[in-house]
T-cell receptor
Framework: DAGVIQSPRHEVTEMGQEVTLRCKPISGHDYLFWYRQTMMRGLELLIYFNNNVPIDDSGMPEDRFSAKMPNASFSTLKIQPSEPRDSAVYFC?????????????????FGPGTRLTVT | GQQVMQIPQYQHVQEGEDFTTYCNSSTTLSNIQWYKQRPGGHPVFLIQ?????EVKKQKRLTFQFGEAKKNSSLHITATQTTDVGTYFCAGSSNDYKLSFGAGTTVTVRA
């Protein structure tokens, strides 16, 4: 398996422009997560999906951010309009529920990330 | 909400020495996971601990989950240059949201 695929790997854009980040999860995984990583705030969960349905978007910073998962093999994170403070590395991760009757278990596989710079 | 604190933030280690990084949660966790991120890379899953007092080993790495399931530690023996990177703990409370600690960034002096 190729692992989680993200595109683009690097994005440089001007303030006010729309940015779309893309993610292809590992085939068969039914959970997908979007994270943002900065030096100041560390690794933050933005939103996660289960079977293509958004479950928790409480980490999405504001209305400028939106995420979709139209099918099991594709998700997007969109920022419109972008601002310099959105500059960060955005990771997509996927996982499969390995839980048994008494043990809650899963592990997340991260993609290589998209480094976004907004000038 | 759930917060996971991790110390130290930086660890400078002489090659061959041991070190430990610690993780503490404000709430009881159902499980704790550890990830490693190499410079310029992405987090890579190392291990998950579920049971109170659980100890797991991976070669030179020893992971422990506290009895109260609110703290965890990672101990590395005989540090090597390949251990360079940032180690994150991440806690979960019976859902699929992971709260990541700030990480311990490890550098090694040869």
């Amino acid at each position: 398996d190729a692992g989680v695929i993200q595109s683009p790997r690097h994005e440089v854009t001007e303030m006010g422009q729309e940015v779309t980040l893309r993610c292809k999860p590992i085939s068969g995984h039914d959970y997908l997560f979007w994270y943002r990583q900065t030096m100041m705030r560390g690794l933050e969960l933005l939103i996660y999906f289960n079977n293509n349905v958004p479950i928790d978007d409480s980490g999405m910073p504001e209305d400028r951010f939106s995420a979709k998962m139209p099918n099991a093999s594709f998700s997007t994170l969109k920022i419109q309009p972008s601002e310099p403070r959105d500059s960060a590395v955005y990771f997509c991760a996927s996982s499969s529920d390995l839980s048994t009757g008494t043990t809650f278990s899963y592990e997340q596989y991260f993609g290589p990330g998209t480094r976004l710079t907004v000038t | 909400g759930q917060q996971v604190m991790q110390i130290p933030q930086y660890q400078h280690v002489q090659e061959g020495e041991d070190f430990t990084t610690y993780c503490n949660s404000s709430t009881t966790l159902s499980n704790i996971q550890w990830y490693k991120q190499r410079p310029g890379g992405h987090p890579v899953f190392l291990i998950q601990l579920v049971k109170s007092g659980e100890v797991k080993k991976q070669k030179r790495l020893t992971f422990q989950f506290g009895e109260a399931k609110k703290n965890s530690s990672l101990h590395i023996t005989a540090t090597q240059t390949t251990d360079v990177g940032t180690y994150f703990c991440a806690g979960s409370s019976n859902d699929y949201k992971l709260s990541f600690g700030a990480g311990t960034t490890v550098t090694v002096r040869a």
